[in-house]
């Protein structure tokens, strides 16, 4: 277990700070790495347009769109005040992911649990799955307005599939030995879903929830491009109708942030909900 | 072998042994579509405070007897009765040891052990009390907010033993729980585990491949057949308690006792090798 540290006749070598100094010492150079291929990529958008190499009208470039995020922040945009869209996106995209991740949760763990129901639903669930759901997006717009209920309604529906599938496997995949201790020690059906079955399915299930906050962005910007008033997808859409390619850019920046940021934010959720985990000996994750 | 026949009678229930199996079958459904017999016409009776080992060889059924007794598992065919009451379903008042590890591992040692207690409607502060005193007594004290994957093997045991026997279990069913374990940590976990059990009044069954681990620990040993299963024969083991587990295998006696039990089942892992070397080979 934890290794007792005898008192040493001759002074060991500090085997941890030399790993702490690796550790380092790598973290500056895959950020330093990560700059420089930045750098690199922007600089070369900048030249090869400068130099006329790639038409500028088509391809914009990155000072074009620095500048049209500038005048964004500073004078707002055509639909309002810059803040008031990301907040409108935003809200769609979290509104769906929620509504799709409780969804998929309580469907995939009710199938997982029940072979009968899954037996009867299982085709029908499959059939939906392979359908393309974005499109689901036009159907709501009429059915449900152009408002905020339809984008979250089309985030939902993309988000639902992939955690409903993690859920059930999930659910499927836990330890028989588990389930037969906490109903030898006198777990009802109640407490062995919430204190087995979900423990054990939440790594499968926050794994899907990396995949599916991006999802819930693509529902929510298709859904605001099949009709919308507000929003960064809106945004866009107006902007190419202008054939502004650098106002299309500068959307498209701002939906990668907004990923980035949530991506940061279930990370942090994964490592507090799973923390009794053993921690991964390298980083594999993106 | 004693085959007393018992007939049940609701007023004596005092009287009834702890355990009670009467020409008992199981048979499960293979994957294929065949049918598999791991248990035949077994008989087993287990007294009150009893503490039984079971041995035989690999594949035999002993682990599917603890199913039954437990009420995981049906019987296909015969009697099961916990203290002259059929089993139906898990019943109150059964411990379980599983062969692998079954402490739950996003909970921590405390809540672990606590599971037992709050699942029979404890409150949580009262589940938590008794928690850490069972922690204590299975020499835990200090690890009560580890997770399992920070213990080491014998110390997830002392949890699984822990959780087990918090809930105050008049027949612990143990599935060869000490064998993943180094020796000399099993050595250390039996006499611990016949500490706890001279301290209780539970009836113990307890699984195992190793005769010399079902002697030193147990008043009676049956030896079950290469499968289908059964009762070939069984053995008071009358060695003198409180033993010590490292020590009491020196005993003269204790080694007229192996030899006497090696004899009945030197010939069931036979068979059951032959049979594993044929099955390999085809």
Redesign the interface.
């Known amino acids: 277990m934890n290794a007792d540290t005898e008192p040493a006749e001759r002074p060991l070598p500090d085997l941890a700070a030399g790993r702490r100094r690796d550790a380092q010492r790598r973290r500056l150079t895959v950020a330093g790495l990560r700059l420089l291929l930045g750098v690199v990529f922007l600089g070369t958008w900048e030249l090869t347009t400068r130099l006329g190499w790639i038409d500028v009208f088509f391809w914009s470039q990155p000072t074009a769109i620095a500048a049209k995020l500038w005048i964004w922040i500073t004078q707002g945009t055509d639909l309002g005040p810059l803040w008031d869209q990301v907040l409108v996106t935003m809200e769609e995209t979290v509104g769906g992911f929620i509504a799709g991740s409780i969804l998929g949760i309580i469907f995939g763990v009710a199938l997982g649990r029940s072979p009968l129901l899954s037996d009867v639903l299982g085709p029908y669930i499959k059939a939906a799955n392979a359908i393309p759901r974005v499109l689901m997006g036009a159907l709501f717009a009429v059915a449900l307005g152009l408002d905020i209920r339809s984008k979250i309604a089309t985030a939902a529906v993309l988000v639902f599939f992939v955690v409903f599938f993690n859920a059930f496997q999930g659910v499927r995949e836990v330890d028989r030995n588990l389930i037969a201790n906490a109903r030898i020690l006198g777990a009802d059906e109640r407490r062995l879903t919430t204190e087995i079955l979900i423990p054990s399915a939440l790594s499968w299930i926050i794994a899907s929830l990396h995949i599916s906050f991006g999802l819930a962005l693509v529902g929510a910007v298709v859904g605001e491009l099949f009709g919308a008033t507000q929003g960064l997808g809106e945004l866009i859409y107006a902007a190419k109708n202008n054939f502004d390619t650098a106002g299309v850019f500068a959307g498209i920046t701002l939906l990668a942030a907004m990923a980035l940021v949530a991506e940061a934010l279930i990370t942090a959720l994964e490592n507090r909900l799973i923390k009794w985990r053993p921690q991964a000996v390298t980083e594999a994750r993106i | 072998m004693d085959c007393v026949e018992r007939t049940w009678d609701p007023t004596s229930a005092v009287m009834s042994p702890a355990i009670e199996l009467r020409r008992v079958t199981k048979r499960f459904l293979t994957p294929s579509g065949g049918i598999y017999t791991a248990l035949r016409d077994l008989d087993m009776v287990v007294e009150p405070g009893e503490f039984c080992a079971v041995v035989g060889p690999t594949g035999c059924g002993k682990s599917t007897t603890l199913a039954l007794i ?1 009420g ?1 598992e049906p019987a296909s065919e015969g009697e099961v009765e916990v203290f002259g009451q059929p089993v139906n379903g ?1 019943a ?1 008042g ?3 040891v ?1 062969q ?9 040692v405390l809540e672990n052990v606590a ?2 207690p709050r ?2 409607g404890a409150s949580n502060r009262d589940a938590r009390e008794r928690a850490r005193d069972w922690i204590s007594r299975v020499g835990l004290s200090g690890f009560e907010d580890r ?3 920070q ?2 093997g014998g ?1 997830r045991k002392r949890v699984a033993l822990a ?2 026997l918090i ?1 105050g279990p008049r027949i612990l069913l143990m599935d060869e729980p000490f064998s993943a374990l180094d020796v000399q940590t099993r050595s250390l976990m039996e006499n611990e585990l016949l500490a706890l059990w001279a301290a209780s009044s539970a009836s113990v069954v307890f699984v195992t491949h190793d005769l010399e681990e079902a002697i030193s620990l147990s008043d009676r040993v049956f030896v079950i057949t290469a499968g289908p299963g059964t009762v070939k024969s069984n053995y008071k083991v009358d060695l003198p308690r409180p033993r010590n587990v490292a020590e009491i295998r020196f005993q003269p006696h204790f080694a007229e006792i192996y030899e006497e039990i090696w004899k009945d089942l030197k010939d069931e892992v036979l068979v059951s090798y032959e049979r594993q070397k044929r099955s390999g080979a085809a």
């Open positions: 437990s995981l898990i109150d059964i411990g379980y599983f692998a590890d079954a402490v739950f591992p996003w909970k921590t599971a037992g699942y029979s997770y399992p994957y213990l080491s110390m959780q087990s809930n």
